[in-house]
């Protein structure tokens, strides 16, 4: 009975995403030939101004690498209260948590757009947005690897005098350094790839390119700056994967 009640459950949800997004196959089948017109014009791709694509695609690199870096500076704190072994104020272990879940609730899109409006156009408001995002989820990811460490060595600085805050800095952070190292390298990959759309708001980046070229409905340019995000993501893919292992 209590599966058979999960189950009317979850087909209950269902129905209600279904009554309020209304997908409607018709309507997609008719515009289907519109789409294979576009991508039909979308060949040979436009590379021309190849030079400006790859300084946008430079640009992206150096949001998400500043942006990422900001955000290990900025979790690095916030690691430290929301780690329940090495909290040094117990009582701001749950704010501390409900801040993280905050930061990663909000995505660096939408923080990226509150920075243009407050900075202005360009890729220092991208990093920015990036910043905030990436914190709240880096912070995460450290903070379980610090609560999954060994806590045998911590209780050893801990009986020695030494405060929760010393024992997390000089036994558990070493300790995890191939974890924490690991989830940074993630995070930089990821925010690669949401880089490259920081630029519909404005934010600098291949996005900028892209919403120019598909406002202008020109899909051999949105073609040609498609391949270099593939391109892009896919290097950064592999590199990160190369250094994880390297650190594993």
């Known amino acids: 009975m209590r599966r058979l009640l999960w189950l009317l459950v979850l087909a209950a949800f269902y129905a209600a995403c279904i009554a309020l997004v209304q997908p409607d196959l ?32 430079a640009e992206t690199v150096a949001i998400a690498t500043l942006g990422t870096s900001l955000a290990a500076l900025l979790a690095l704190p916030l690691t430290l209260l929301a780690a329940r072994p090495v909290a040094p104020l117990p009582a701001l272990y749950h704010p501390a948590r409900g801040l993280l879940d905050a930061l990663r609730g909000i995505d660096g899109f939408v923080f990226a757009l509150i920075f243009v409006a407050a900075v202005g156009l360009g890729p220092f408001a991208g990093m920015l947005g990036i910043a905030l995002h990436s914190a709240g989820s880096i912070a995460k990811l450290w903070s379980e690897a610090l609560e999954t460490a060994d ?6 600085a801990l009986s020695a005098g030494g405060s929760r805050a ?39 980046g291949l996005g900028q390119e892209l919403k120019n070229a598909v406002d202008l409905l020109d899909f051999a340019r949105v073609l040609a700056i498609l391949i270099i995000i593939v391109a892009l993501v896919l290097a950064a893919d592999r590199l990160s994967v190369l250094l994880r292992r390297r650190l594993a």
């Open 26 to 57: 018709p309507r997609l089948w008719a515009g289907l030939p519109r789409l294979l017109r576009w991508l039909a014009g979308a060949f040979p791709p436009d590379f021309s101004g190849l030079p400006d694509l790859l300084r946008r695609a």
């Open 151 to 156: 806590f045998a060595p911590v209780e050893a």
């Open 166 to 204: 010393q024992a997390a800095a000089v036994v558990l952070l070493p300790e995890t350094l191939p974890q924490t190292a690991s989830a940074l390298l993630y995070v930089w990959e990821f925010n690669i790839r949401a880089s490259t759309v920081l630029g519909l708001v404005g934010a600098g």
